[in-house]
């Protein structure tokens, strides 16, 4: 044991660990490669600001994979270059230090750069890039900064290789001059500059770039920064269009249905940066701007301050907050205008589809019985694997042993009204979806999908319309309950099912 560690008096060092700097600063803490990216691309453009605010449209950071960089010539490595202002001295200070500190959280409480540069942590992201840093947690690679002010010609190469920084409890900078190789293309370029050289990068081509930080940019054209990858520039993806409404407060509503299940993002309406995951927060949602089949954006003044560590959430101070509560007030004032777009079975109730659907409903309630499930259900996949395990977890709770994350699954935001059915012996809840234009039915444990709208091969008269509806409702429940079948045998099941239904078979 050191003489330091033996001592009752004076002061303990504390010392950063390779294993915090790759986990718990950087593959742990983000959702995703993009998410990491963001981080790194986000630092490059507060660069270019010219005092501690964000600016819409401001800035300029280029992206490319360089396969023969002189600091990492055996690798393809991911190289993100700002040309702002480069490291002055007090951006120096703040790089050393991991977290913001008291003078600097007293003088900006929310971060600066409306929030953009809040946790101070963000540099670490760039090892979650690293496929050797991410994928086998090898502490001798990291990345590089390159960076130089307009006041000087040489650079300042500063490497951090997580090994080196427990050994070290530090980084050993070095100084370059302007035409020095390791310098790469930067060499000889004039102007401030900031580059962070990345080893072993996790993506593999500018595609792939491209894709990782599409819904990460500012959602709109006008608030847009100047962004390269590799030499083409990146615009953002046009806003969701179905729904779009504006309150005098600033809250923009702009959100549409969706096959990929993202769910909706909370954006703050100065920088037009995504800010938080409604999928991820809905227990402090209304119903439904928790659920995955929306997607789009909801603009809220302010909110990038109040985003939470991990870059996908708000924190929980915010969401207890009179103002947070407020906002909740106006998206529960608009609710109904994004249940119509779920095609909940109340506004489509009278159409031609959901005649045929409710006809049939009655026609399985006679012929099999009222099922032991009731309307208001939980329309995840696994309807009764989950519901089993709901009544576990609720076990539990009641003795103070229920894990948060698993109960949230359970919450009112994930809920939809739906009709209870028998289909032979088996309890199912049907519930209107989008599935497609080439799928009408799809039978998932306990929840029977039916296509909301977008179902294209649907016959226009009526009894050829019910003939389809009744045979992809039961075939979509026979192949569900025959796993593994042939087809041949789901379709006998389907005819037994049939005669049972309209006569043959009691």
Not at 378 to 397: A, G, I, L, V, W
Request: a neutral charge.
């Amino acid at each position: 044991m050191s003489t330091m560690m033996r001592s009752r008096g004076g002061a303990l060092s504390l010392r950063i660990t390779a294993q915090h700097l790759l986990e718990n600063l950087a593959s742990d803490l983000y959702a995703d490669h993009g998410a990491s990216l963001w981080e790194i691309i986000r630092n490059g453009v507060c660069a270019c600001f010219p005092g501690s605010e964000w600016v819409p449209g401001t800035g300029r950071v280029e992206i490319s994979l360089e396969r023969t960089h002189p600091l990492s010539p055996d690798t393809v490595s991911l190289l993100v270059v700002d040309r702002g202002r480069g490291f002055t001295a007090d951006d120096m200070d703040r790089f050393v230090h991991i977290g913001p500190s008291l003078a600097d959280s007293k003088k900006n409480p929310s971060g600066q750069y409306g929030g953009a540069a809040q946790k101070r942590i963000g540099r670490f992201a760039a090892l979650a890039l690293n496929e050797l840093c991410y994928e086998q947690g090898d502490p001798s690679t990291g990345f590089f900064v390159l960076t130089r002010t307009a006041s000087e010609r040489n650079v300042t190469l500063i490497p951090l290789i997580p090994a080196h920084v427990e050994r070290d409890q530090g980084m050993q900078i070095r100084t370059l001059s302007e035409d020095a190789p390791e310098l790469g293309l930067l060499r000889n370029q004039r102007g401030s500059f900031t580059a962070v050289l990345i080893q072993n990068s996790v993506f593999s081509s500018l595609a792939e770039i491209r894709d990782a930080v599409a819904y990460r940019i500012p959602r709109k054209h006008d608030q847009m920064f100047e962004l390269l990858i590799g030499k083409e520039k990146m615009y953002p993806p046009a806003l969701a269009s179905r729904v779009n409404v504006i309150s005098e407060s600033g809250i923009e509503i702009h959100v549409d249905v969706s096959q990929s299940g993202e769910g909706i993002w909370f954006t703050d309406a100065a920088t037009g940066l995504r800010v938080a995951s409604g999928a991820q927060f809905h227990l402090a949602l209304p119903f439904p701007f928790g659920m995955r089949e929306l997607t789009g954006d909801v603009f809220i003044p302010g909110l990038l301050a109040h985003q939470d560590t991990s870059r996908a959430g708000l924190s929980a101070r915010y969401l207890k907050s009179q103002e947070w509560k407020n906002h909740c007030l106006y998206l529960s004032s608009q609710a109904e205008r994004l249940k119509a777009l779920l095609g909940e079975e109340e506004r489509l109730r009278g159409t031609p589809v959901q005649k045929s659907v409710a006809d049939f409903v009655r026609q399985l309630h006679s012929a099999f019985g009222v099922p032991d499930i009731k309307g208001d259900v939980d329309t995840t996949f696994n309807y009764k694997k989950d519901r089993e395990k709901k009544e576990r977890d609720t076990e539990k709770d009641s003795e103070g042993g229920s894990d948060r994350k698993e109960k949230s699954r359970y919450s009112s935001s994930s809920r939809r009204i739906g009709k209870a059915v028998r289909i032979g012996t088996r309890d199912y809840v049907l519930i209107s979806r989008h599935l497609g234009p080439l799928l009408f039915a799809q039978a998932e444990e306990g929840v029977l999908y039916v296509n909301a709208g977008t179902y294209k091969p649907l016959p226009t008269r009526q009894e050829a319309r019910d003939e389809h509806i009744i045979n992809a409702i039961l075939f979509a429940a026979a192949a569900e309950q025959n796993q593994g079948a042939t087809f041949f045998d789901v379709q006998q099941q389907v005819g037994e099912w049939r005669m049972a239904i309209f006569g043959g078979l009691s």
